[in-house]
């Protein structure tokens, strides 16, 4: 038995396929199939039921996987102790972003990042934050950066920055002639909201919902924040937006935007991993000089995000 042919097996039970598996391992699909074999012979048992279209577990094959996370994880330690004790920051790093902070916060670090790491493989996904946890709890993404905080046991936070909200209030809405805004004026407005599962929807339900006891309507719901000030000005209500995704909007969009009053509302966006704690000395590299890029951001660039002391 080896830690290669767990990998293997990790990997079909994940695709429920062994051409697809063996792309994900970066290997041919005979080669994966023939150490797969090797190791059903040695242990004289069958891990897969190869008659279930797509590909499942036998019932000992489902206790032989949760096994090999365990082994596989302790061989990833293994060798992370050695990167750590040599100083290295380098290898492939998987990194999930969730969609509402990706375009925004990628463009301020990825390049300096890069030029600062140049061992450093970052693979980088967009995914919701339920994803990112699957992935952490599996393995399969060594951090993520989620709005925080969260609410699961094996899951550590290391803060980024804060981020206030923005109200998008087009011309026509009576709310336009307002300084700033408070959640209160918010319970008479048709609000639009990002569909179920994304945080953020979460984020602004909190502010419009839980401060009040007159609950909202809310009837229009989109994935993405662009289609909401479209909506928005359409006439067909108000939004919520993410401070980093605000200042792109073009120079006449921008002037719709309003403030919270203080003390605004804003969420806590994070970086999250695993508290078995694998590459930890990558992971707290890129906190760090992602929130140094941050702090600067907000120096020379005024930006008005806060960055945690």
């Known amino acids: 038995m080896t830690i290669t042919q767990l990998k293997y097996c990790i990997a079909v039970a994940e ?14 699909q005979p080669t994966l199939s023939m150490q797969i074999q090797k190791l059903e012979q040695e242990l004289d048992l069958k891990i897969f039921d190869r ?11 489902k206790k032989i996987i949760q096994q090999a ?3 596989v994880a302790e061989s990833d330690r293994i060798q992370d102790v050695i990167q750590q004790e040599k100083g290295l920051i380098g290898g492939s790093f998987k990194l999930g972003i969730i969609p509402t902070v990706m375009s925004s916060l990628l463009p ?6 890069l030029k600062v ?7 980088i996904e967009e995914m919701p934050t339920k994803q990112i946890i699957e992935h952490l709890e599996k393995g399969t993404l060594d951090a993520g950066i989620a709005a925080t905080p969260l609410d699961y046991e094996h899951i550590l936070e290391k803060p980024l920055y804060y981020e206030p909200f923005m109200v998008y209030v087009p011309k026509h809405s009576k709310l336009n002639i307002e300084k700033n805004i408070t959640p209160d004026m918010l319970k008479t407005e048709q609000v639009l909201l990002l569909q179920d599962g994304h945080c953020f929807r979460n984020s602004a339900l909190n502010i419009c919902k839980i401060k009040h006891e007159i609950p909202l309507t809310f009837e229009i719901k989109s994935g993405s924040f662009e ?13 919520l937006l993410p401070y980093l995704h605000a200042r792109k909007l073009n120079e006449v969009q921008q002037r719709n935007l309003k403030s919270f009053e203080a003390p605004e509302p804003a969420r806590e966006v994070s970086m999250v991993y695993h508290q078995r704690k694998l590459k930890l000395h ?7 000089k992602i929130r140094a890029i941050i ?6 660039e005024d930006i008005k995000i806060i960055s945690p002391k």
């Open 117 to 123: 790491y140049p061992k450093l493989i970052l693979e």
């Open 15 to 28: 695709h429920r396929n062994f051409t697809t598996a063996a792309q994900h391992v970066h290997v041919t």
């Open 108 to 113: 301020l670090f990825l390049q300096t990042v």
């Open 51 to 61: 008659t279930q279209k797509p590909i499942g577990l036998t019932a000992v094959g």
């Open 295 to 300: 702090r600067g951001a907000i120096v020379y």
């Open 282 to 288: 990558i992971i707290e590299a890129l906190h760090d």
């Open 227 to 239: 289609t909401l000030v479209q909506l928005a000005e359409e006439g067909l209500g108000i939004t």
């Open 69 to 71: 996370h365990l082994i």
